[in-house]
């Protein structure tokens, strides 16, 4: 089972994002998956799109985030804020809670979806637990990200440049 079904959901179990990825690996970290370009994703009902780079994501274990790292992309790292992944085979489920950090190439980041956050407190009835596990997990991941804390410096680019080569060596 190589491939590894990506099953974002919002709050009130409405489809999010949809893809898949292949196995790349696992580490003390979670599960390390990757795409080449071209792969299909699909947010929502809307049109399916390609991907536009190589992707490396991790999916830690019980825990409240998940993050996507792409290969030479204006932003080179994502973290979604998310209820913690459950496993049905090899689908893997995980609930958007809308805040999300990004790193630019150029090292800045930022915490992104803030209304959307606030918005969505309310019309998907959010509990207080959500709310506050999400604000904290943002807080302490945001520092992570900015700081480098492993995984978010040399372990992650380690994963890509393993993805890397082996895009490299489907196109040869």
């Not at 204006?74 to 999300?100: A, F, K, R």
């Amino acid at each position: 089972m190589d491939l590894v079904h990506i099953d974002f959901r919002k709050w009130d179990g409405s489809r999010h994002w949809q893809f898949a990825m292949h196995r790349l690996g696992e580490d003390e970290h979670g599960l390390w998956l990757w795409s080449p370009p071209g792969s299909n994703m699909q947010r929502g009902h809307e049109p399916v799109r390609k991907s536009r780079s190589i992707n490396v994501k991790l999916i830690p274990d019980n825990k409240w985030w998940t993050a996507i790292w792409s290969w030479q992309r204006e932003v080179d790292l994502y973290v979604d804020i998310i209820t913690p992944p459950s496993w049905n085979g090899s689908t893997v489920t995980m609930v958007d809670v809308d805040l999300d950090i990004m790193r630019a190439a150029d090292g800045r980041v930022a915490i992104e979806d803030e209304d959307e956050f606030e918005q969505h407190q309310v019309e998907m009835d959010y509990p207080q637990r959500l709310i506050d596990t999400a604000r904290a997990t943002t807080a302490r991941i945001a520092l992570a990200v900015e700081s480098r804390h492993e995984p978010f410096g040399a372990v992650g680019e380690s994963w890509m440049a393993k993805a890397v080569s082996l895009a490299e060596g489907r196109d040869g």
